[in-house]
């Protein structure tokens, strides 16, 4: 059973700039799915490049959409072949459902499958909304010492675990992360926690780099007055969490031959390689993409205490305040992570 209701409020992309507060009809579980009752929503980079442009990539906003994708809540209501007894589950969404049945699937990249169903990405509706459902091995549960905002953000943490098992950053790495957004300081954290002993953050916010240090950074660069190269000289490891062209250059020249660059961020369409560098180091390089096989790893290391997601949560918002806590971080400096509760709605 749910609420009870026919309909719910969601936050409604329908071009640049122009976000509203609809009235949605509630969706029900089909066979192997769940209803979701959200509680909440992390705003990531790619609902506020959508909301201001419309478009990541290939990616294009042509019919209303509803954004979020980083979001936890309660199951509701079960569809066929699921167990009643989950009903009432705390759960974190993970948001992407492939078609389990591609080669990539079957090989255990399922972040990979090209028929992903992915939520807030066009045209997938995604969990800025009241109620969603997904497939039931994608709703996973949560012990009830774990917060909502910790729910919802067991999703940009599983793209910093994604990204350190990527890099193969292990006990003793010495380790460079470009860039103290969000992404930057789960990495800073993923990193610790898989035992690297030297952790280096680039940035040119000066809170994102005070935080960076209190979430496990052993030394922060300032890239106004300190050079990367040097600062960072010798390292095993970059994560490239900015997608700024410059820094991503400047962190491979950082590397120690046979290093590995992991980037993470994303910027422009193409970016500038120092090329002798990668070559005479034969330095790895690849990208990262989402994440596969991260959910239970990612709750387990914050339900034990070793992972502090609720410290990146710099706002609460109402759903009807979606566009504030959109521009949150383009407004306010000492913005990390702002949360959208969608059961709070003001005046739609």
């Known amino acids: 059973m749910s609420s009870g209701n026919d309909t719910m409020y969601a936050a409604v992309l329908r071009g640049v700039q122009d976000l509203v507060i609809d009235e949605r009809a509630v969706p029900w579980p089909g066979p192997g799915q769940v209803q979701v009752q959200i509680t909440s929503v992390g705003v990531c980079g790619s609902d506020v490049h959508y909301y201001q442009h419309g478009r990541i990539g290939d990616f294009v906003v042509d019919s209303p959409m509803i954004l979020g994708h980083e979001s936890g809540g309660v199951i509701t209501a079960v569809g066929a072949g699921v167990d009643p007894a989950r009903i009432g589950e705390r759960v974190s969404v993970e948001p992407g459902v492939p078609d389990l049945s591609c080669r990539e699937c079957r090989e255990g990249r399922y972040n990979l499958c090209p028929q992903m169903r992915f939520f807030a990405t066009p045209p997938i509706d995604g969990s800025l909304a009241q109620y969603v459902t997904v497939h039931a091995s994608f709703a996973f549960a949560i012990p009830d010492t774990m917060s909502d905002d910790a729910a919802a953000l067991i999703e940009p943490l599983s793209v910093g675990l994604w990204a350190t098992r990527k890099a193969g950053v292990s006990p003793g790495s010495r380790v460079l992360i470009t860039g103290a957004g969000p992404i930057g300081l789960v990495n800073v954290q993923c990193a610790a926690a898989y035992g690297a002993t030297q952790i280096i953050v680039s940035d040119v916010n000066d809170h994102r780099l005070a935080l960076?240090?209190?979430?496990?950074?052993?030394?922060?660069?300032?890239?106004?007055?300190?050079?990367?190269?040097?600062?960072?000289a010798g390292v095993?490891?970059?994560?490239?969490?900015?997608?700024?062209?410059?820094?991503?250059?400047?962190?491979?020249?950082?590397?120690?031959?046979?290093?590995?660059?992991?980037l993470v961020g994303m910027g422009g369409?193409?970016?500038?390689?120092?090329?002798?560098?990668?070559?005479?180091?034969?330095?790895?390089?690849?990208?990262?993409?989402?994440?596969?096989?991260?959910w239970p790893t990612a709750i387990d290391l914050v339900a034990s205490g070793r992972i502090d997601v609720d410290r990146l949560v710099t706002g609460h918002y109402r759903l009807d305040q979606s566009v504030e806590a959109l521009l949150s971080g383009q407004q306010d400096p000492g913005a990390v992570k702002s949360v959208i509760n969608p059961q709070l709605t003001g005046a739609p």
């Open 212 to 232: 960076a240090r209190e979430l496990g950074a052993t030394d922060v660069v300032d890239v106004r007055e300190e050079s990367v190269p040097q600062a960072a």
């Open 269 to 294: 369409d193409t970016v500038t390689i120092p090329l002798g560098h990668l070559q005479t180091k034969e330095i790895w390089l690849t990208g990262t993409f989402r994440y596969a096989n991260t």
């Open 236 to 262: 095993d490891v970059l994560l490239e969490c900015s997608g700024n062209a410059a820094a991503t250059a400047d962190g491979i020249r950082a590397l120690r031959p046979n290093g590995r660059a992991v």
